[in-house]
């Protein structure tokens, strides 16, 4: 049975009707879970199995749970320290940077899969340039080359215990000020610029294989008059084209504001899907959601739902009692202690 293009939201903690009347149309492909749907690890696995029930089919489970600041389930759960670490780190000690990305990934991923859930939306790909607050410490580091090592280590670990890896924001959030959860951000480099910059950790992950890619909700003005989400010119001709990208493209939510620019949401999924994206993000919006849903035309397209196959969790035997779990826990440790006396020094 094929996956559909809608990725979307539930309300609580337990499934609702109007949740099951959304996760069984056939236009349907996933949920992304968020704090609001995380009571305790036991009523986790019970939302999760029951998901899986009703939908009967193939269908993405997702998260944002990077570390850091993005997070959403917290108790039962490893902190995950934010990638910032990882970046001041390898300027001190290059190698134990890398290990302690690879064992990082492994972990988030290692107790995310216990659950069930195929991917969390990671890694951030970003570059910090010191501008953008909505990234900021979610990225590794400003050297593109940097980034690329500790992201290709991180999602090695995640690859281990079977998740796929997001590369996020394409083709780089960090060099706006604005928040497209709030507004639509203008970056107004030449492609020249970004392509020494921040395409290139992007262009290095798709040659080893990065599995998915999610673009930001930004207006590049000298390349493109629209944001790269909604962008034929990015998606396609640089991203699939120059960059030979042949993984899964998942639309930024389009109920944020930066995805306004197209439209209502149907125009905004349409617009998304006609530049190359291959799921849609609807989320915090039930009407935005059914919206979409009743604008998708059937049948779907199979292409499209082979791809989003490959973003299915793999089944791995993952000991979180073993030693590997304990050591993985101490160095997220040291990577949250770290963030707290680094916030400390800046208050």
């Known amino acids: 049975m094929t996956i559909g293009p809608v990725m979307l939201d539930l309300v609580g903690t337990t499934l609702l009707d109007e949740d099951i009347e959304r996760l069984v149309h056939p236009a349907s492909g996933g949920i992304i879970l968020f704090s609001r749907n995380y009571e305790s690890p036991e009523q986790l696995h019970r939302l999760i199995s029951r998901v899986r029930k009703v939908a009967g089919r193939e269908y993405i489970i997702a998260v944002d749970h990077e570390g850091g600041r993005v997070q959403r389930f917290r108790n039962g759960f490893t902190r995950i320290p934010p990638m910032a670490w990882l970046g001041d780190l390898y300027q001190k000690e290059k190698s134990k940077a890398l290990e302690y990305a690879h064992e990082l990934g492994w972990l988030m991923a290692a107790e995310l899969r216990d659950y069930d859930i195929d991917i969390s939306f990671a890694p951030v790909l970003d570059l910090d340039f010191g501008i953008c607050d909505v990234i900021g410490d979610r990225a590794f580091q400003s050297d593109p080359l940097i980034v690329t090592n500790l992201a290709g280590a991180f999602i090695a670990g995640m690859h281990e215990v079977g998740m796929p890896a997001t590369g996020k924001h394409f083709p780089g959030h960090g060099a706006v000020s604005g928040d497209s959860h709030l507004e639509l951000p203008v970056d107004s480099r030449l492609f020249v610029e970004i392509g020494m910059a921040d395409l290139i950790p992007f262009e290095r992950l798709v040659q080893k294989g990065l599995d998915a890619i999610m673009p930001a909700h930004v207006i590049y003005e000298s390349c493109d008059p629209n944001p790269a989400g909604f962008s034929p010119y990015w998606l396609q001709q640089v991203l699939r084209k120059q960059l030979g990208f042949d993984g899964v493209i998942f639309s930024d939510d389009l109920t944020m504001e930066g995805a306004a620019f197209?439209?209502?949401?149907?125009?905004?999924?349409?617009?998304?899907?006609?530049?190359?994206?291959?799921?849609?993000?609807?989320?915090?919006?039930?009407?935005?959601?059914?919206?979409?849903?009743?604008?998708?035309?059937?049948?779907?397209?199979?292409?499209?739902?082979?791809?989003?196959?490959?973003?299915?969790?793999?089944?791995?035997?993952?000991?979180?009692?073993?030693?590997?779990?304990?050591?993985?826990?101490?160095?997220?440790a040291e990577g949250v202690n770290w963030a707290q006396e680094r916030e400390c020094d800046e208050s």
């Not at 049948?299 to 035997?317: I, Y």
């Open 262 to 332: 197209a439209g209502t949401y149907p125009e905004r999924a349409n617009a998304a899907f006609t530049a190359g994206c291959d799921m849609v993000l609807v989320c915090n919006n039930q009407q935005a959601a059914e919206q979409v849903l009743e604008s998708i035309k059937l049948p779907l397209d199979e292409q499209m739902s082979a791809r989003l196959e490959k973003m299915l969790g793999a089944h791995v035997e993952i000991d979180l009692t073993g030693h590997r779990w304990m050591k993985a826990v101490e160095i997220a």
